[in-house]
């Protein structure tokens, strides 16, 4: 099993900065991708920024172009930093990954979700 662990969520001023982190561990093969993704009360989840392990990103463009996505992988772990904070950012964010044991085996996992709260 993989676990994932997010960190670095609370309240936020508008226009502030979130610094959000995700360490993944335990039964580790190969990560394919680090994702995040977020959800708002009463919406559906939704995708917010990936990054590959050869250090491929791409944003959703609710976020496009005031955030950055990094990894290290020598840690297991992924970093998003989303700038000009706005209360409809205000949501669940939640660490996923794309793992890969072999060919046939591949699984998602999702870390539990760290509340980021937008608001003056």
């Known amino acids: 099993q993989v676990q994932l662990v997010e960190s670095g969520g609370g309240l936020v001023q508008p226009g502030g900065s979130l610094r959000l982190s995700c360490a993944a561990s335990?039964?580790?093969?190969?990560?394919?991708?680090m994702d995040w993704y977020r959800q708002a009360p009463g919406k559906q989840r939704e995708f917010l920024a990936t990054?590959?392990?050869?250090?491929?990103?791409n944003f959703a463009d609710s976020v496009k172009g005031r955030s950055t996505v990094s990894r290290d992988n020598a840690k297991n772990t992924v970093y998003l930093q989303v700038h000009s904070l706005k209360p409809e950012d205000t949501a669940v964010y939640y660490c996923?990954?794309?793992?890969?044991?072999?060919?046939?085996?591949?699984?998602?996992?999702w870390g539990q979700g760290t509340q980021v709260t937008v608001s003056s």
């Open positions: 996923s990954i794309d793992h890969r044991r072999s060919d046939r085996m591949r699984s998602r996992y």
């Open positions: 335990g039964d580790i093969f190969e990560i394919v991708s």
């Open positions: 990054i590959t392990s050869g250090g491929v990103v």
